[in-house]
């Protein structure tokens, strides 16, 4: 299973664009790279996801280096309603299932 | 609105007094599962179906029993629960990954039992 680090914790100043970075050296060539986040201890709500190219929706931006050992997730107006603990996974498929490993992620706090 | 649904949200029970906490989803997926989350171990997987009739275990099974006998529903059974139960439960559920494995999971708003 391919593995991720990110920060503990970070600061965002309300509307200023927060950068949550994650490390996956180990990542094979056939994983996504997915982002939830955890607000509050309600369920973990999914963000995005990509392989190898940049992704965006309404909610975010996935920058993933091209050699996909790292990637970042953009959220380019952060508001506090955006202060959550945010997961950076590598999806793992084991025998058709689908399992997604979480680690501690990163604890982002949106400042007024 | 498409979602999943945890009953109850909270409990508080006793050691040995069998329990279950239901979890359905309205979006028609296969594959539904559940979770634990305790400080400082993040969320763990108990249990997972791929379809109807269709379970296995997940990294911390033990203590746990789970039926899939309608595609909509996914219960987790706590038949003699113990204190070291204690925990905030998620179910989720998905679409079975095919080639692209790119399909997101849904998650419940979560169940906090407390077992005494």
Redesign the interface.
């Given at each position: 299973d391919a593995k991720t680090t990110q920060p503990t914790s970070m600061d965002c100043a309300e509307g200023r664009a927060a950068n949550l970075p994650c490390n996956h050296s180990t990542i094979s060539g056939n994983e996504y790279v997915y982002w939830y986040r955890q607000i509050h201890s309600q369920g973990p709500q999914y963000i995005i996801h990509g392989l190898k190219n940049n992704e965006t929706n309404e909610m975010a931006s996935l920058i993933i280096t091209e050699d996909r050992k790292s990637s970042t997730l953009i959220l380019p107006h952060a508001t506090l309603r955006d202060t959550a603990v945010y997961y950076c996974i590598v999806r793992v498929v084991i025998q058709g299932a689908q399992k997604l490993v979480f680690g501690q992620g990163t604890r982002l706090t949106i400042n007024p | 609105e498409a979602q999943?649904t945890q009953n109850p949200r909270y409990l508080i029970t006793v050691t040995g007094k069998k329990l279950t906490v239901t979890c359905s989803q309205n979006m028609n997926h296969e594959?539904m599962?559940w979770?634990r989350q305790d400080p400082g171990l993040?969320?763990?997987?108990i249990y997972?179906s791929?379809n109807v009739e269709v379970t296995?275990k997940?990294d911390v099974p033990e203590g746990y029993k789970v039926s899939r006998k309608e595609k909509r529903n996914f219960p987790l059974i706590l038949e003699s629960p113990s204190p070291n139960q204690t925990s905030?439960y998620?179910c989720?559920s998905?679409f079975?990954?095919r080639r692209r494995?790119?399909?997101?999971?849904?998650?419940?708003?979560?169940t906090?039992l407390t077992v005494l």
């Open positions: - | 999943v594959y599962s979770y993040g969320l763990r997987q997972y791929m296995d997940g905030l998620f989720a998905s079975v990954a494995f790119d399909n997101e999971q849904f998650f419940g708003p979560g906090r």
